[in-house]
């Protein structure tokens, strides 16, 4: 980052890693998991040292996966949800809490709300996930419900590696046939949302923007 340039690491991976994903731990290492169409490279992560140069295999996850969102925790570990079966096949609901000090994974949650089936945190982040951060250490994410199509703020906390969901204006939902993910502006706690609707055969779509204030 000092002089915006990349270069080769001195060792390969030990694992191929097509539509991963990381996250920068406390200790300074990052966690990268997920992959495409391989069950076992989707299965296993593995862990980028800075100071030796070179990566370490994790365990297995509890549920293979591609385009998963990794979450850092207070603690110094990760949790990872979201994403979808190696294969495209289906989204994935578990949500799964990684160790540094064992290396292995464990699933924490079937679901990604406790106690609520049919819920998909919304995969599709084109920046670090440190930019979804605010200022209280939780981080601002979106998930859709399989069935009714109900789209919500997904709320991280990394202190308890829970998430909670804050229900958007349902007037505005209504016109809307995407929500994308939100623009976090971590010193005013506020959430930008942008909504687009596209008319039945319409050339191009309608988009208005949402302002969250999240510190209320």
Not at 44 to 62: I, K, N, Q
Not at 165 to 174: D, R
């Amino acid at each position: 980052p000092s002089d915006d340039s990349i270069v080769l690491t001195a060792n390969a991976m030990n694992r191929s890693h097509m539509n991963c994903r990381g996250a920068l731990l406390s200790s300074g290492r990052v966690l990268i998991v997920g992959s495409w169409y391989d069950t076992g490279n989707a299965t296993f992560g593995e862990v980028y040292d800075p100071d030796a140069d070179s990566f370490s295999p994790t365990g297995a996850m509890a549920v293979p996966r591609s385009y998963p969102i990794v979450l850092p925790m207070s603690s110094g570990g990760a949790v990872v949800a979201g994403g979808w079966h190696p294969y495209g096949a289906l989204p994935v609901e578990a949500v799964e809490q990684y160790s540094p000090g064992s290396g292995l994974f464990t699933k924490i949650q079937d679901a990604l709300f406790a106690g609520e089936t049919g819920w998909l945190l919304a995969s599709d982040l084109p920046r670090d996930i440190a930019t979804q951060r605010m200022s209280d250490g939780r981080y601002v994410l979106t998930a859709r419900h399989r069935d009714t199509g109900e789209t919500v703020l997904a709320l991280f906390n990394p202190s308890t590696a829970t998430f909670s969901k804050l229900a958007l204006i349902p007037a505005l939902l209504e016109r809307a046939s995407d929500v994308f993910m939100p623009i976090v502006d971590a010193m005013t706690n506020s959430a930008y949302v942008i909504l687009a609707s596209r008319q039945a055969g319409a050339a191009s779509s309608q988009a208005w923007p949402m302002v969250i204030d999240l510190a209320t």
